[in-house]
């Protein structure tokens, strides 16, 4: 019964994603009928797949956003039914993204590029930002799999060094590179969403993000610095080692690495022709990114003549990889009916009311000051990065705010940055601490609140900073 309700969900999920993509490019009464009605099965067969401990967060959110349309809709199913498409871009988005991750199993390109880059990587800073850059380049590519992904090449590479030290160094290295990713990497779902959600301008929020991002890589080294002299233990010297036998076993001996070019005009052949694509044409972020991720994974495998391996992941994505996102397509339709039901209700103004009553009366404080905290109370209580900046951002949309939208982007996600590496309920750190043994509070808030509070004063002064001169 189990596997066929997981069947029901895989196929309602696709054929909401289809049926999106279908309505945005030929709009008829008949997709826009079925829309909400896959969007409820997709929801309905998640509550089937997930046991209830798994389902606790989305039933509090549907039941409330039911309760807000019983008591505020003039027009309850009808508003039921738009309230049911809200997600249809993110989850389209979300379905197709770890398509890109089938690349990466075919060539050994992470670790060819550690080699490449030996003579750089052989010191201890060098080798954290080494990581945490590594760390945010995949994760263009694999999401918060990239953690996993990381940590088992990392551990690999340092398979005899397990100590707190070393997995202080490893896991903060890999925590705080996918975090600071979610300030400016484009496949990301939640920041991509809070640039549309915010109607920000991509390029901007980009170039904001990755400077906080690059900002909060140098910081974090020099915490990675002071951590090494607590723990009286020499990395340097050990990497040194590891490297000189990566570099021994590489394929690629001489000056000219194949496997890094090719990684290289992969990234950027993928990101520019979004880029490209969007411009050109108009489309909107959230629509071109799936697709050219299609075109673009089946070109790769169709140039490298492995159609057959393309066959194969994609038969395995169908019959397991769809069902395994049920909990997190389940808690984003869960958010997108509360999100429309708070904004339809006009709750959402009254909290930004609330919030501008607190920083009227509190000298010097606005709400920039105020909206990562939002997301990293959200993150407490289990919301992961995606639905905290849905949510948050969901209820900033309607509301007016004498901000430029670039900078409420990187509030908002300089949230969830704090949010990701301190929150022991969040699936990075949750990941993290099932492959490293170390539970969540230690992965998470031990080894990380003195970084956090530091990346949230450094990146107030920016964000406070670059309002002056923008006012």
Known sequence: MKAIVAKGFTLSVLIYAVLHFIHFFAASPLSEALLPIAGFLSLAFAFGVLPLRKLQLQIFLAVTAIGVLAATSESFVQDLALAFVQMKSLIALLLIVPMISWVLREEPYIEEIMSFGH????????????????????????????????????????????????????????????????????????????????????????????????????????????????????????????????????????????????????????????????????????????????????????????????????????????????????????????????????????????????????????????????????????????PVIVLVTGVLESAVLPFPPELVVLAVTSGSVISIILSPFVMPVIILSSINGLNGIRNGLRFNWKFAVAFYVMTQVFVQTLFIFSS
Not at 157 to 175: S, V
Not at 177 to 196: D, N, Q
Not at 268 to 285: A, K, M, N, P
């Open 119 to 386: 003579k750089w990587l052989n010191k201890s800073q060098t080798f954290y930002v080494g990581l945490m850059g590594m760390t945010q380049i995949i994760s263009h590519f694999l999401l918060f799999g990239v953690v996993p992904m990381m940590y088992r090449f990392i551990d690999s590479f340092l398979k005899d060094y397990k100590d707190e030290a070393w997995e202080n160094y490893k896991g903060t290295a890999i925590l705080r590179g996918f975090a600071l990713s979610t300030m400016w990497v484009i496949s990301i779902p939640s920041f991509i969403f809070a640039v549309v959600a915010l109607d920000a301008t991509l390029w901007k929020s980009m170039l904001l993000g990755l400077a906080a991002a690059i900002a909060g890589t140098i910081l974090s080294v020099a915490f990675a610095k002071a951590e090494e002299k607590r723990y009286g233990t020499d990395f340097s010297a050990v990497l040194a080692n590891e490297i000189d036998k990566a570099v021994a076993n590489s394929r690629n001996p001489g000056r000219w690495n194949k496997d890094v070019a090719e990684f290289s005009f992969l990234f950027i052949s993928l990101f520019g022709t979004i880029f490209v694509i969007h411009e050109w044409s108009g489309v909107d972020f959230l629509v071109v990114i799936p697709l050219v991720i299609l075109v673009w994974t089946f070109l790769y495998f169709l140039v490298k003549k492995r159609t057959g391996s393309y066959a194969i992941q994609a038969a395995a994505y169908y019959k397991e990889g769809v069902s395994k996102q049920a909990q997190q397509f389940s808690i984003l339709l869960s958010a997108g009916l509360l999100i429309y039901a708070l904004n339809q209700s006009a709750m959402g103004s009254y909290v930004i009311e609330s919030m501008n009553y607190l920083t009227a009366h509190v000298p010097f404080l606005n709400l920039l000051f105020l909206i990562p905290f939002i997301v990293i109370i959200l993150g407490f209580i289990g919301l992961g990065p995606l």
